[in-house]
């Protein structure tokens, strides 16, 4: 199939569409980032990009621990506002009436009505143009006790989480269209 060619872009894509949620001495705050990614399974790591124009990216680079909400499709009207309005003059927090949860492991609260939090601590940040590259060890994973069946296992597909792909928000779809080493398996 023949393909249009294009300058080099960010346009990997979908992407998750998280709720990121840190905090100062005075307040807390919570942003939309769509630019996360697994970086490590040993030790368990993350990357979140951050512009230095953003409030949280202050508390992110004083405190050095953060949490990444997951949210569901029920939130996406929230998602949109916290990508879209500054913590400098919005407490988004209280706009989208929110419910905080405290950290387990770190001083920065979850949001509850994200089945999945991930409460992560900075190791490194790397300055790279637009945005700061944060890489973070996820220190503990809070999942909503419905999501995780009698066997242990925690089904995301269950969660209704949304993604972000070039300018629009969806549902993450729950028809799996195989699963890992399916390609292989013998039957």
């Not at 953060?66 to 003059?89: E, H, M, Q, Y």
């Not at 909503?144 to 928000?169: N, P, Q, R, T």
């Not at 779809?173 to 399916?182: E, H, S």
Request: proline content about 6%; aromatic content about 8%.
């Amino acid at each position: 199939m023949p393909k249009t060619a294009f300058k080099g872009s960010t346009l990997l894509n979908p992407v998750p569409a998280v709720l990121i949620t840190s905090k100062n001495q005075e307040s807390i705050n919570v942003f939309t980032a769509a630019w996360v990614g697994t970086a490590c399974t040993k030790p368990p790591t993350i990357t979140v990009s951050i512009r230095p124009e953003r409030l949280s990216y202050d508390f992110i680079k004083a405190t050095g621990i953060f949490t990444i909400n997951l949210p569901t499709s029920k939130l996406v009207k929230a998602v949109d506002f916290c990508g879209v309005k500054s913590g400098r003059d919005t407490d988004k927090i209280k706009k989208c009436n929110f419910t905080l949860e405290e950290g387990n492991i770190i001083d920065v609260p979850s949001i509850r009505e994200c089945p999945v939090s991930l409460e992560c601590k900075v190791k490194q940040i790397v300055p790279l143009g637009s945005h700061e590259l944060f890489i973070a060890e996820v220190l503990q994973v809070n999942v909503d006790s419905k999501l995780v069946h009698s066997d242990g296992k925690i089904h995301f597909e269950e969660a209704d989480l949304i993604c972000y792909s070039h300018g629009e928000y969806f549902s993450v779809n729950n028809n799996p269209l195989g699963k890992f080493g399916y390609s292989v398996r013998k039957k």
